[in-house]
């Protein structure tokens, strides 16, 4: 079993018809011109598939058929057949050359059309941008039309200020005249102050020179006189200095006394009392004698005599 033909015959010959038709020669008059044309890898590719074959025979059958019908509109009676053969291939080749001119210059029409286009377009796009450069012109000729205003209003009232300002100029200027009289007036008797005042300063120098001198002299004087009484305050300083140290011994052997007195005082304080306690029992002592003795007598007064010649001898320690 055959395999179908993925593309049919009637399929194969209108899209080669449609190729001369694109080509502009839809009965092209010879076999070369309608291979420069129409191919077989023309064809296939137009078609997306087919078997190359396939493709092949139809062309030829689809080529035999065109070229034929071409040569018939064309053939010239009552000649002889070189003769007719020499002028049908003299006219190949010129239906051939003005094919081939008719192309290039279709294509050069199309190239001219295409640019004219794109020049009428860039041209619409500059009257685009110089519209709205022309609006911005426009709006910048006002904003200076409004500012040249405004500078003429400003030029006249500088034009009156500029006026006045000369009169003033004018009345400065006499003013100042008189003011550099009154300077070199001035300036004169500035000269004839300064020139007694430099008098009056260089003998005010010559005083002062000689006062300096006189005062170094005194200083010199002085400065002496204060060096010898301050060798004798020196001297002065050192007996004090010594009367001080003498002064302090003598202070520390004093104190060193009354500690010695204080702790002696310590100490009789300290016998006193003990004498007090002494006296106080004996006098208790006594007491309790003197309670009993209406029944010792005799005792009593012993005793009596006991204690005071005691308490004698305790005193005259």
Request: hydrophobic share 45%; glycine share 6%; aromatic share 2%.
């Given at each position: ?20 038709a ?30 190359p ?46 094919l ?44 200076r ?48 102050e ?30 002496q ?57 004996v ?35």
């Amino acid at each position: 079993m055959s395999r179908p033909a993925a593309v049919s015959a009637d399929t194969i010959r209108t899209t080669v018809l449609a190729m001369l038709a694109e080509a502009g020669d839809p009965a092209p008059a010879s076999d070369a011109r309608f291979r420069k044309i129409v191919s077989v890898r023309k064809l296939r590719a137009r078609l997306g598939a087919g078997d190359p074959a396939m493709l092949s025979r139809h062309l030829n059958a689809i080529e035999a058929e065109l070229v034929q019908a071409g040569l018939t509109g064309f053939a010239v009676p009552d000649l002889p057949p070189e003769i007719a053969a020499q002028m049908r291939a003299l006219w190949e080749a010129a239906v051939a050359t003005q094919l081939d001119g008719i192309v290039q210059l279709r294509r050069e029409t199309q190239a001219v059309a295409e640019a004219a286009t794109e020049a009428q377009r860039n041209a619409g796009l500059k009257v685009e941008l110089l519209r709205v450069e022309l609006a911005d012109v426009r709006t910048q000729l006002s904003v200076r039309d409004a500012e040249l205003a405004v500078a003429r209003a400003g030029f006249e009232a500088a034009t009156a200020r500029t006026g006045a300002l000369e009169d003033t100029a004018g009345q400065l200027q006499v003013q100042l005249k008189a003011v550099e009289t009154a300077m070199a007036e001035a300036g004169r008797q500035h000269a004839g102050e300064l020139s007694a005042e430099r008098t009056r300063y260089d003998g005010l120098a010559r005083q002062l020179l000689r006062e300096t001198a006189h005062q170094r002299e005194t200083f010199q004087t002085e400065r002496q006189r204060l060096e010898a009484e301050l060798a004798r305050a020196g001297e002065r300083l050192a007996a004090l200095e010594a009367l001080r140290e003498r002064l302090l011994t003598e202070l520390g052997e004093e104190r060193n006394a009354r500690q010695h007195a204080a702790a002696e005082a310590a100490a009789l304080t300290t016998v006193v009392n003990a004498q007090r306690q002494t006296l106080a029992r004996v006098g208790a002592a006594t007491a309790k004698q003197q309670a009993t003795g209406a029944r010792r007598p005799g005792r009593s007064a012993a005793r009596t005599g006991k204690t005071a010649s005691v308490t004698r001898a305790r005193k005259a320690r």
